[in-house]
């Protein structure tokens, strides 16, 4: 998913986060539909190896709408991953991917050295014209930045019930299962869903950060209560998390090893230096061979704002 936003601001990551804390989501419009972003923000640019969280949903479409339509536009050094809930969507990229996502599905395009691509709703006759999705971005560390970009497409996920709670493991290893998602560094996320009212205590690693969302309903930790779209940030250093939620509550949770190194982010472009990123935005630019083509996209190409450093 692109970054639609120009607000003159770029992010420069390092380190842990000092405590746990409470962000609350920003409302932004992505091809068309409202989307709550929790990262990254000025309190809190990145959780592990994730630095971009898009709430995107979820949304009705009319009978005479498209849905959501978001154009070619480039990334780099980086991985997108969506992870869909509800309706359809096409993704189609650079190096000839061309691929349908549905509820219970995840989409992880690696950008590496540079890729563009292009996501669409997709309605069938007689389907929910709806849409519903969690769409985020991995950095990649330092000496995989500019590695060959691919795509995968993952419609297995393994999948576990602790008590009155089914989980399904999205990226990484949680309780013994381990999903087949393509991984450059330790991580996790992991997607809840409250068949009951529970309580329920999730098992963390002390050398991770941890953000928890929810993207439907609300949860209880401790004497806090957390809305949707608030996320709930923990620092390195816990080892187990209990939370309360009702029944019908969906709660993602990610977390992976802190980046020793900085990590940049300026609209769609993730680097490790801001030289990387001027150059990935010149080379966009100037339709450099490096991001490729799409035939036939859906929408106008996308060029972006101007980095904010000379």
Request: one cysteine or more; a negative charge.
């Amino acid at each position: 998913m692109s970054n639609h936003e120009n607000d003159n601001q770029s992010y420069t990551a390092t380190g842990a986060a000092s405590k746990s804390k409470r962000i609350q989501s920003r409302i932004s419009d992505v091809g068309g539909i409202p989307v709550a972003r929790a990262l990254p923000t000025k309190a809190q640019r990145m959780i592990g190896p994730w630095c971009f969280l898009d709430h995107a949903g979820p949304v009705q479409f009319s009978e005479d709408s498209t849905g959501m339509q978001v154009g070619p536009h480039p990334h780099t050094c980086l991985q997108t991953f969506t992870w869909m809930l509800a309706g359809t969507m096409l993704h189609r990229d650079s190096v000839g991917s061309e691929q349908i996502i549905k509820p219970g599905q995840v989409n992880l395009m690696t950008a590496g050295h540079g890729i563009c691509h292009t996501e669409s709703s997709q309605f069938s006759e007689g389907d929910a014209r709806e849409l519903h999705a969690a769409q985020l971005w991995i950095a990649l560390p330092e000496d995989k930045a500019d590695i060959a970009p691919r795509f995968d497409h993952y419609p297995n996920l393994p999948t576990f019930t602790q008590k009155s709670v089914s989980g399904t493991v999205l990226i990484g290893t949680y309780a013994g299962h381990e999903a087949p998602t393509l991984t450059f560094s330790p991580i996790v996320g992991v997607d809840f869903q409250f068949i009951e009212d529970a309580n329920l205590t999730l098992t963390l690693e002390s050398g991770f950060e941890y953000g928890v969302l929810a993207l439907e309903g609300g949860f209880e930790l401790g004497d806090e209560h957390y809305d949707q779209d608030e996320l709930c940030v923990l620092c390195c250093g816990h080892t187990s998390l209990e939370l309360n939620a009702k029944k019908g509550t969906r709660i993602l949770l990610i977390g992976g090893e802190p980046f020793a190194e900085n990590v940049t982010i300026w609209w769609n472009y993730v680097g490790h230096s801001k030289e990387y990123i001027s150059k990935a935005q010149q080379d966009w630019h100037a339709e450099a061979e490096r991001f490729g083509v799409i035939k036939n996209p859906n929408a106008p190409r996308m060029l972006g704002p101007e980095v904010p450093w000379r």
